[in-house]
Nanobody, 121 residues
Framework: QVQLVESGGGLVQAGGSLRLSCAAS???????????IGWYRQGPGSQRELLAR???????NYADSVKGRVTISRDNAKKTVYLQMNSLKLEDTAAYYC????????????WGQGTQVTISS
């Protein structure tokens, strides 16, 4: 059972930056590096939305709401994915989750428990 642990959230003033981390355990480095990892967020009263995704090959895509302000990256040796967020806005306040899609469907998909990001004015 893959375990994902997000960290790096906190309280930041608008305009500031944060780097979130998503560390995977209970999975091999090979499976991790073959997996697609996504960062999602869910604000109060909102649906969970996909912010950024990075494929096994390193291709990335971003939601329009964060494009140009966030960068997703991965370190397969550490089995960790990062989300660098800059120019944070009040509307970025949300719980942030990472999601792992293994290369084989029978392995299912996995979510972390989330990390809270709160932006203050």
């Amino acid at each position: 059972q893959v375990q994902l642990v997000e960290s790096g959230g906190g309280l930041v003033q608008a305009g500031g930056s944060l780097r979130l981390s998503c560390a995977a355990s209970e999975t091999s480095e090979k499976i991790f590096e073959m997996s697609t990892i996504g960062w999602y967020r869910q604000g109060p009263g909102s649906q969970r939305e996909l912010l950024a995704r990075i494929s096994a090959g390193g291709s990335t895509n971003y939601a329009d709401s964060v494009k140009g302000r966030v960068t997703i990256s991965r370190d397969n040796a550490k089995k960790t994915v990062y989300l660098q967020m800059n120019s944070l806005k009040l509307e970025d306040t949300a719980a942030y989750y990472c999601n792992l899609l293994p290369p084989y469907p029978y392995l299912g998909e996995y979510w972390g428990q989330g990390t809270q990001v709160t932006i203050s004015s």
